[in-house]
């Protein structure tokens, strides 16, 4: 049963920081992109960023690059998002995903998806 566990959100103040962690289970990730979405209240998901398993290669939305920055541990089968100069629009539920396409934007093309992790920047 493949099982995409996020952590790390919490309440921070605009300019902090917070690292978010997906730990992944259930299967062999090696083939995979790993994606990171978050979503607003009464917004849309929108794809913040993703990485692959294998090379690392990652790709940001513009929103987000030069703040945030995804890695990953492969030992510990985890991806992290570390996210710094954190905004109030940031402020959102943020989720995990896999998806066997490679590096994807588009959500739908994403195979698994964790329960999210809520992240609140006050101002």
């Known amino acids: 049963q493949v099982q995409l566990v996020e952590s790390g959100g919490g309440l921070v103040q605009a300019g902090g920081s917070l690292r978010l962690s997906c730990a992944a289970s259930?299967?062999?990730?090696?083939?995979?992109?790993m994606g990171w979405f978050r979503q607003a209240p009464g917004k849309e998901r929108e794809f913040v960023g993703a990485?692959?398993?294998?090379?690392?290669?990652?790709y940001y939305a513009d929103s987000v690059k030069g703040r945030f920055t995804i890695s990953r541990d492969n030992a510990k089968n985890t991806v992290y998002l570390q996210m710094n100069s954190l905004k109030p629009e940031d402020t959102a539920v943020y989720y995990c995903?896999?998806?066997?396409?490679?590096?994807?934007?588009?959500?739908?093309?994403?195979?698994?998806w964790g329960q999210g992790t809520q992240v609140t920047v006050s101002s």
């Open positions: 995903a896999a998806a066997l396409r490679g590096l994807r934007r588009n959500q739908n093309e994403y195979d698994y």
């Open positions: 259930g299967r062999t990730f090696s083939s995979y992109a």
């Open positions: 990485i692959t398993w294998s090379s690392g290669t990652t």
